[in-house]
């Protein structure tokens, strides 16, 4: 058996990588503080986690100048616990696994790695997790992720004209949360960096490393929130859900 897999229930934590600047949202804050359906975003994010009663604490890792979070009602909640994040997305999540490595007392536990401008998740989406952690006891974790529906075409290197379509069978949109056995994403994400590996997200990490994360199918409006006219839908779905 997989040495980072116990045979009993797993505890949870979730950590939110929330440094960034957001400069394609061309906005005079980052785009997790603007407000769509009379919340912030990443307060939206935050509350689909604290909805789900396994996860037992989440780490919110800032930017080391964010002036907005702690002005946020959500930041008393005895659950969440902000830290400084770093230069690029993984340097943050790295920083929140160790500090859940270094503090949490839970051991086995897995953790929940969700994007702060992804304000639409879902509790069906978090349950299915939950019982994915619970019921996969010899897996190495997985992702949120949606089949893509449109034809995909790949460009010429350099160029925008088309160079050939791309079959679509097998491709997925990676969704967050992704999900992984805190020592096994911990230790995956510090070799990739180490290398210097390209890294888009954690399942990545454990690409490198050789592991093969599970696709767990989630709902396609869980949208992140990255250009101006993702707010407009987010306003719409959130308002739907209200």
Same mark, same amino acid.
């Given at each position: 058996?997989?040495?980072?897999?116990?045979?009993?229930?797993?505890?949870?934590?979730?950590?939110?990588?929330?440094?960034?600047?957001?400069?394609?949202?061309? +906005?005079? %804050?980052?785009?997790?503080?603007? !407000?769509?359906?009379?919340? =912030?975003?990443?307060?939206?994010?935050?509350?689909? *986690?604290? !909805?789900?009663?396994?996860?037992?604490?989440?780490?919110?890792?800032?930017?080391? /100048? &964010?002036?907005?979070?702690?002005?946020?009602?959500?930041?008393?909640?005895?659950?969440?616990?902000?830290?400084?994040?770093? %230069?690029?997305?993984?340097?943050?999540?790295?920083?929140?696994?160790?500090?859940?490595? &270094?503090?949490?007392?839970? &051991?086995?536990?897995?953790?929940?790695?969700? /994007?702060?401008?992804?304000?639409?998740?879902?509790?069906? /989406?978090?349950? $299915?997790?939950?019982?994915?952690?619970?019921?996969?006891?010899?897996?190495?974790?997985?992702?949120?992720?949606?089949?893509?529906?449109? =034809?995909?075409?790949? $460009?010429?290197?350099?160029?925008?004209?088309?160079?050939? =379509?791309?079959?679509?069978?097998?491709?997925?949109?990676?969704?967050?949360?992704?999900?992984?056995? *805190?020592?096994?994403?911990?230790? %995956?994400?510090?070799?990739?960096? +180490?290398?210097?590996?390209?890294?888009?997200?954690?399942?990545?990490?454990?690409?490198? %490393?050789g592991y093969h994360p599970q696709l767990l199918e989630g709902r396609? &409006?869980?949208?992140?929130?990255?250009?101006?006219?993702?707010?407009?839908?987010?306003?719409?779905?959130? $308002?739907?859900?209200?």
């Amino acid at each position: 058996m997989n040495k980072f897999i116990s045979n009993h229930k797993m505890q949870v934590a979730a950590l939110i990588p929330a440094a960034g600047i957001g400069s394609r949202m061309k +906005a005079d %804050c980052p785009k997790q503080y603007l !407000k769509v359906a009379g919340k =912030t975003i990443i307060e939206h994010s935050i509350s689909a *986690l604290l !909805k789900q009663p396994r996860i037992c604490q989440i780490i919110v890792s800032l930017n080391k /100048d &964010d002036i907005f979070f702690h002005q946020l009602a959500i930041a008393k909640n005895p659950k969440i616990k902000t830290i400084t994040g770093g %230069c690029q997305r993984a340097d943050s999540v790295l920083a929140g696994l160790n500090y859940l490595s &270094d503090n949490l007392q839970l &051991d086995p536990c897995w953790v929940l790695v969700h /994007d702060a401008a992804r304000p639409c998740l879902h509790q069906a /989406d978090l349950d $299915s997790i939950i019982h994915f952690i619970d019921s996969q006891q010899s897996s190495y974790g997985g992702i949120l992720a949606a089949p893509v529906r449109d =034809t995909m075409k790949r $460009s010429i290197q350099g160029k925008i004209d088309i160079s050939h =379509t791309v079959e679509r069978s097998e491709l997925w949109h990676a969704l967050t949360p992704q999900f992984f056995p *805190l020592a096994l994403i911990k230790n %995956c994400l510090t070799q990739a960096l +180490a290398q210097k590996a390209v890294i888009t997200d954690e399942a990545s990490a454990l690409e490198y %490393c050789g592991y093969h994360p599970q696709l767990l199918e989630g709902r396609v &409006d869980n949208l992140k929130v990255t250009q101006p006219e993702d707010l407009m839908l987010a306003e719409f779905y959130l $308002s739907r859900a209200l």
